[in-house]
């Protein structure tokens, strides 16, 4: 067997036990339910990673800016993990740990979605800007992997059913793509009718 079979094999056990895991559903649609909410009131969406888990913060960030099946109005979503001179200066100024709470605490309003990234749920830059979203009142959406230590900061944890870094980050994207065509129909639903229909 090759690295890449038993690579694959490994990403598709995982997957099945996302599929079977009633937990996971149930947190998906309370997500769903608290991102449409937030955008219906005219709230915003803030997305926070490290590493390949920014890169994850940004991607989920373009499905909502952009699109993800159909042409529709854009929805507010900001990666704070893109903007260096802030990263860089909150760093310089306040530390690394702060990197986010720093950010939060400035944009963050009463009603937002703080979707907080971190592989092992110990990440202090991520725990910080959690705990500066719940004060903010922020419903605080976490991703994460099996048996997550940051899982008491969540609203909603969803909690990936791996151990395995590179499994948990595969993951992720197949929940935020769900979650982001998920959203995208409640908000529009005549639009994802006719995208349905070609």
């Given at each position: 067997?090759?690295?890449?079979?038993?690579h694959i094999?490994?990403?598709?056990?995982?997957?099945?036990?996302?599929k079977?895991?009633?937990?996971?559903k149930?947190?998906?649609a309370?997500?769903?339910?608290?991102?449409?909410?937030c955008?219906?009131?005219g709230?915003?969406?803030?997305?926070?990673?490290?590493?390949?888990?920014?890169?994850?913060?940004?991607?989920?960030a373009?499905?909502?800016?952009?699109r993800?099946v159909?042409?529709?109005?854009?929805l507010?979503?900001?990666?704070?993990t893109?903007?260096?001179?802030?990263?860089?200066?909150?760093?310089?100024d306040?530390?690394?740990?702060k990197?986010f709470e720093?950010?939060?605490?400035?944009?963050?309003?009463k009603?937002?979605v703080?979707?907080a990234?971190?592989?092992?749920?110990?990440?202090?830059?991520?725990?910080?800007?959690?705990?500066a979203g719940?004060?903010?009142?922020?419903?605080?959406?976490?991703?994460?992997?099996?048996?997550?230590?940051?899982?008491?900061?969540?609203?909603?944890c969803?909690?990936?059913?791996?151990t395995?870094?590179p499994?948990?980050q595969?993951?992720?994207?197949?929940?935020?793509?769900?979650?982001c065509?998920?959203?995208?129909a409640?908000m529009?639903?005549?639009?994802?009718?006719?995208?349905?229909?070609?």
């Open positions: 067997m090759t690295f890449l079979d038993a094999d490994e990403s598709l056990l995982a997957l099945a036990s996302a079977e895991s009633a937990a996971l149930d947190g998906v309370r997500a769903v339910e608290a991102l449409t909410a955008l219906k009131a709230g915003k969406i803030l997305l926070a990673g490290n590493g390949g888990s920014a890169g994850d913060a940004q991607h989920i373009g499905e909502f800016l952009s993800l159909f042409d529709r109005p854009a507010a979503a900001i990666a704070l893109t903007d260096t001179s802030v990263l860089t200066a909150i760093g310089n306040y530390g690394y740990d990197v720093r950010q939060v605490l400035g944009l963050a309003n009603g937002d703080l979707i990234i971190s592989t092992s749920g110990r990440s202090p830059n991520i725990l910080r800007a959690m705990e719940r004060k903010a009142g922020c419903v605080v959406i976490g991703f994460t992997g099996a048996n997550s230590a940051m899982a008491s900061l969540c609203d909603v969803l909690e990936m059913p791996s395995s870094t499994i948990i595969q993951l992720y994207m197949v929940i935020a793509h769900a979650l065509g998920a959203v995208e409640d529009f639903p005549d639009a994802a009718r006719e995208a349905a229909q070609k």
